[in-house]
């Protein structure tokens, strides 16, 4: 990669002097300068993705924070800075950047770099828009509409309403606010009174964090966010969650809210949907599914079920196309069965903004839907990426991502005494312990997990200053630190699983 300052980053002498005023919109005669900076640039972000796919570049160039400072020049100085300065700042910035879409980051539930999704991403940029009304975004609205009634149709719900939010997080509170204004539609305006009992909302105790976070900012209060137990593969447990919606009522209390995960973040593992269904049909309770994670094998034929049976008859879904379907940071989706519950349950009807005597259907003006006042443009990269992919190319990135996920599995379990697999993977994330030679004799009691797990993240501190792999690692209940190996990128091929683990050999072996 060439590097700041280098001859393919120098703009031409008389442009890379020049400031930002003698460009447009400063310098109306200064087209021919943005032009040439623009180009600059632009060169440079093609150079970042040619050496993202290159297997011989590092993935990171790590540095601890204080040594980073060190190397970056990050004052924000009183007088603005040349041109020519600000594409060296560009440089050094990608320098020194992860690379997220390399063929070996393994790191996050989101990796790779779709480049038709980035071309998308460049030109919402470019068209800087906000999402609240058609006046100012009609092409991108009606994307929306189409793009998420699509999705709503995989999932099985005719007609309903959706919104992009900014995470899974957040989509998971659109969730929660509008099941307690289909309970309680007084709470919009009377607040926690109009509440006869403690609300109660369950999830297993494998679900994102960001349900019980829901509790914490709804008045709930955590404890009344209820744990239901999982199996030895991360599953809920449907017996145990009709048991404590039981013994909640039996307490007098409002059992409203029942969230079901559709791929876990760690073992990605699958909460079975019917029977979870059935209990809440029974107990007239909302069902929330979290699929942010595994929503994206809706699009396989081959892999959706059993996996996601049962979705159809969820009131709301979390899905984010950012993760498995690879679309850039980020995308984000909520989907609800009924319709006219969002706009019911968040509109303020701020009239500097939703005025109603618009000269078009102000059904289009999206903002009053939700909490938030802007809204990023979420949806042009995912539209596009469709188009270039067809649902079919969706299908058969999902079916590939599964298969290179299945052809690790083989490979660790054929090598028995240097990785421990921690669960058969339900899905793309592939969880193990490396074992290191000293500890290749010894049963596999507490004792040695003890030390497995004292070893993780020393290999993945090496891993990190080699900068050749990144694979993420955490403890899961009684389990010590293991590696949880997510394959999500189109970059990623067995050549990459392969070297993988011999990088995890050379790496780790004598620890
Ligand atoms: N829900 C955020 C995903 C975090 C991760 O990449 O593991």
Same mark, same amino acid.
């Given at each position: ?48 993705? @040619? ?8 993935? $990171? ?6 040594? *980073? ?40 539930? /989101? ?19 906000? *999402? #609240?009304?058609?006046? &100012? ?10 793009? $998420?009634?699509?999705?709503?149709? &995989? ?6 309403? %959706?919104? $992009? ?15 307690r204004h289909k309970l309680f539609p007084g709470y919009k305006e009377k607040g926690i009174h109009s509440i006869a ?12 964090? /960001?349900?019980? %976070? ?21 599953? *809920? ?28 973040? !760690? ?8 029977? &979870? ?67 019911s349950c968040?509109? *303020? /009807? ?8 618009? $000269? ?33 190319? #969706? ?15 083989? @490979?660790?379990? /054929? ?15 592939? %969880? #193990? ?24 993240? !020393? ?28 394959? %999500? ?23």
């Open positions: 990669m060439a590097t700041m300052g280098s001859p393919s980053h120098q703009l031409r002498k008389d442009v890379g002097h020049l400031k930002y005023t003698d460009l447009l919109p400063y310098n109306k005669d200064g087209y021919a300068a943005t032009r040439e900076f623009l180009l600059k640039v632009t060169e440079l972000l093609v150079e970042f993705v @040619k050496d993202t796919h290159d297997r011989n570049k590092k993935i $990171l160039d790590f540095h601890h924070p204080a040594e *980073m400072l060190r190397l970056l020049d990050l004052d924000v100085p009183d007088r603005g800075l040349p041109l020519q300065q600000l594409l060296d700042d560009c440089s050094k910035t990608l320098q020194y950047q992860v690379k997220t879409g390399h063929p070996r980051f393994f790191n996050q539930l /989101s990796c790779g770099l779709d480049l038709i999704s980035m071309t998308g991403e460049w030109l919402t940029a470019t068209a800087n828009t906000n *999402m #609240f009304t058609y006046e &100012i975004a009609p092409v991108f609205i009606l994307m929306e509409h189409v793009v $998420l009634e699509k999705m709503r149709d &995989i999932i099985g719900f005719r007609g309903g309403d %959706s919104i $992009l939010a900014p995470g899974g997080s957040i989509s998971n509170l659109y969730a929660f606010l509008a099941a009992g403690q609300l109660v909302m369950f999830t297993s105790d494998q679900c994102h964090y /960001s349900v019980k %976070s829901c509790a914490a900012v709804c008045g709930l209060g955590t404890d009344n966010c209820v744990e239901v137990p999982s199996d030895e593969r991360g599953r *809920m447990i449907p017996e145990q969650l009709e048991k404590l919606i039981l013994e909640r009522k039996a307490r007098g209390h409002v059992p409203f809210f029942v969230n079901a995960t559709a791929g876990t973040t !760690v073992l990605g593992a699958f909460d079975p949907l019917e029977p &979870i269904a059935d209990i809440c049909h029974k107990y007239r309770l909302w069902l929330h599914v979290d699929a942010a994670w595994g929503g994206g094998l809706l699009l396989s034929k081959k892999h959706r079920h059993p996996r996601l049976t049962g979705i159809e008859r969820a009131d709301s879904v979390t899905w984010n196309p950012h993760k498995l379907m690879g679309t850039l940071l980020q995308c984000s989706t909520v989907h609800f069965k009924e319709d006219g519950l969002l706009i968040n509109q *303020m /009807s701020a009239e500097y903004l939703f005025m109603q005597d618009k $000269l078009y259907d102000v059904r289009y003006d999206t903002g009053d839907k939700v909490i938030q006042c802007g809204r990023h443009n979420d949806i042009f990269k995912l539209w596009l990426q469709w188009r270039a992919k067809g649902t079919e190319g #969706f299908e058969k990135h999902m079916d590939r991502l599964m298969e290179l996920a299945a052809y690790m599995t083989r @490979k660790i379990k /054929s090598m028995p005494d240097k990785y421990h697999l921690i669960v058969e993977p339900e899905m793309v994330n592939v %969880s #193990f312990w490396y074992v290191p030679s000293r500890l290749r004799g010894m049963a596999h009691t507490a004792e040695r997990e003890k030390i497995l797990g004292e070893i993780t993240p !020393v290999l993945k501190g090496r891993m990190m200053q080699a900068g050749t792999l990144m694979v993420g690692y955490q403890p899961l209940d009684e389990r010590p630190n293991f590696f949880r190996n997510i394959i %999500s990128s189109a970059a990623v091929t067995e050549v990459d699983v392969d070297f993988l683990l011999a990088e995890l050999e050379r790496l780790g072996h004598d620890l």
